[in-house]
């Protein structure tokens, strides 16, 4: 690319806005579909698990003064916006997914002073703090749940209750409502005897889901939100939030309840049914969606909201992501986290195609590339690590370039990259190797459920799948140091990290890399300063060049004509990027070679994985190493 490209702070801002949108110098918006805070498509999002960033009080979990005490780390990583997993007071069933007080911070964590005491601090260093929103269900220990269990209660239709199954006796096994299982393992029905009804759950009997039917109930948790918004946060990560509209018949009943016309859906071999197709996007989920932004977000500024999205197609994330319908900011879809197991379970591990992540991350890209805006991420907590899932770890260099080129891939797509903590690091899956080493209820449940209950797969085939899928490969403690516990706790802490600390903290650890020029960390600098200031990175189109190619994925970004017009800067240019996703030798492929013509000399590299002579060399001769 020309190298005048490069720099537009001053245009940066405007051209980042999705759908075409312009800004004014303020970041506020002139947006013809009346999208008034773009900052957001500019800006590069981290995501901290609270409980394994960064312990200060010895109790072996982290806390809000932890990520206090690291903010300069993360602003001299350079990124904008931090995404809080949930810190409210929570039984810790799901580790804080649970909610028993909206308005208060688990003791664990700290106070709520300590929560103002972040968002002052990370304010002061230009961060915005975004918090987990957690509505689609609460824990059974908020108020609410206890006051619905009295069926006199005004709270009794803040859940979904239910008699048990006709003719059958209350609490029984077999007397549940309907067939649905719960992901986390077991009936998605819990028999509360106080009520002498079932309440459903999708995921643990601990979490159960509000009925957003109930207007009361909706409007609690929209003063919930206005008072965290109030309170000076800058945004929500939605929870599941796709899942808060349920299918029901014309008498307002569920598949398969009572005398419910709709079916819950097939029984599969371990004895459930699955909720998905019927629980996600919902017929009123817009409408709701629609609700939340009226009477939170219409006339606040400078907000962002993001939506875990499961069953959301691309096509659907145009829908709530353009601004023109008023409903989220952008969403997080899954079908590139799915091209690695069998469409059943997430456990049954099957090797992918890199055509595969081409064809789900470009229906993403394609489907907002008028309206709407995409999020791009490979880990999160819920996530195996990304260089051990689609790198390659099986020596040190390759773990690093495969890292580096795992972030330049995903980076440079169009759409605002999210990072989660010590992805930064090219940290790696926790290496576990038995059952005991877990602390994820859900893995723990399912290995019951699958090998003890259902015996549908072996202890030993159940423990691969784990190895590779568990949510705990992400949960192990931030690698700081290599001390004891990696600097997670201090070392004569009373109490051992919660969860044990991947060995290899040795090898990947903040403090080896954060002055080396050539680590993971040094790259992702890179990387976050390139988006900040090449408009084409954060605005520009996306073009996939090479769909066939099983080891190379690049793409082109260039301006439309009518959005380059106000920049001259980007005028005719076009941002090339090429990563050999695979750990041998690569050929640069016949579209991506044809747009190299001859200039490979005379373009501007703007970044590379490789030292700079060899990637002048690779592209004029039209071989990558590996990764
Ligand atoms: C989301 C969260 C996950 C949690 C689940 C239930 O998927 O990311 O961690 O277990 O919702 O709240």
Request: hydrophobic share 35%; glycine share 8%.
């Amino acid at each position: 690319v020309p190298d005048q490209v490069r720099t537009n702070a001053p245009v940066a801002a405007p051209a980042a806005a999705p759908s075409g949108a312009s800004s004014d110098a303020s970041g506020e918006s002139s947006a013809p579909q009346g999208n008034h805070n773009p900052w957001w498509a500019n800006a590069v999002v981290y995501q901290i698990y609270p409980r394994s960033f960064q312990d200060t009080n010895g109790d072996g979990c982290g806390d809000l003064p932890g990520i206090t005490s690291r903010l300069d780390y993360l602003a001299d990583l350079g990124v904008d916006v931090l995404w809080l997993s949930p810190v409210y007071k929570s039984p810790q069933d799901d580790n804080g997914y649970d909610i028993s007080d909206y308005q208060d911070i688990d003791p664990m964590f700290g106070t709520l002073s300590d929560m103002d005491r972040l968002l002052a601090e990370a304010h002061q260093r230009g961060l915005k703090v975004v918090m987990d929103l957690v509505v689609n269900h609460t824990s059974d220990e908020h108020a609410w749940f206890q006051a619905s269990r009295d069926p006199q209660d005004p709270h009794a239709d803040w859940y979904w209750w239910r008699p048990a199954k006709e003719g059958h006796e209350p609490g029984t096994p077999g007397a549940e409502p309907n067939s649905w299982g719960s992901y986390f393992g077991g009936s998605a029905w819990e028999y509360d005897p106080q009520r002498g009804e079932y309440y459903f759950h999708q995921f643990s009997k601990k979490q159960p889901d509000l009925n957003w039917e109930n207007p009361r109930m909706r409007q609690a948790v929209y003063a919930m939100m206005n008072w965290w918004l109030d309170r000076g946060i800058d945004g929500f990560r939605m929870d599941v939030i796709t899942l808060i509209s349920k299918h029901v018949d014309a008498d307002g009943e569920l598949p398969g309840v009572g005398r419910s016309t709709m079916s819950a859906g097939p029984v599969g071999p371990e004895g459930y049914s699955n909720p998905g197709p019927l629980c996600q996007d919902g017929p009123r989920l817009d409408e709701f969606l629609q609700e939340m932004h009226r009477e939170v977000f219409d006339g606040r500024h400078g907000y962002m909201t993001v939506g875990e999205a499961p069953g959301i197609s691309p096509v659907r994330d145009e829908f709530i992501t353009n601004p023109a319908n008023h409903e989220l900011d952008m969403l997080f879809l899954f079908e590139h986290t799915d091209i690695d197991h069998g469409p059943e379970s997430k456990w049954d591990v099957v090797p992918w195609k890199l055509t595969d992540l081409k064809k789900t991350l470009g229906r993403h890209q394609r489907a907002v590339a008028q309206a709407g805006w995409a999020s791009l991420f490979f880990d999160n907590h819920d996530q195996p690590r990304s260089v051990s899932r689609w790198g390659d770890t099986s020596t040190d260099r390759l773990r690093v370039l495969s890292a580096k080129a795992l972030a330049l891939l995903m980076h440079m797509h169009r759409g605002t990259p999210y990072i989660y903590q010590g992805e930064e690091l090219g940290m790696t899956n926790a290496g576990f190797t038995r059952l005991d080493q877990y602390r994820d209820l859900e893995s723990i449940n399912l290995y019951h459920q699958r090998v003890d209950q259902a015996g549908v797969v072996s202890g030993e085939r159940m423990l691969a799948g784990l190895a590779a899928m568990s949510r705990d490969n992400s949960r192990t403690p931030m690698q700081w140091d290599d001390g004891k516990y990696a600097g997670f706790t201090a070392e004569y802490a009373p109490r051992e990290p919660w969860i044990p600390v991947n060995p290899n903290k040795d090898q990947i650890n903040a403090a080896s890399q954060v002055r080396d020029p050539d680590s993971v960390f040094s790259f992702y600098q890179r990387l976050i300063e390139l988006r900040h200031s090449d408009v084409l990175v954060s605005a520009g189109e996306w073009d996939l060049l090479d769909p066939e190619d099983e080891q190379v994925y690049a793409f082109t970004r260039s301006l439309p004509a009518e959005q380059a017009a106000g920049i001259k800067e980007a005028e005719g240019h076009k941002l090339l990027v090429v990563v050999n996703a695979s750990s041998r030798p690569a050929k640069v492929p016949a579209q991506t070679r044809a747009l190299l013509g001859g200039h490979a000399g005379a373009d501007q590299i703007l970044l590379s994985t490789y030292k700079e002579e060899e990637t002048t060399a690779s592209l004029l001769i039209g071989k990558l190493s590996p990764w």
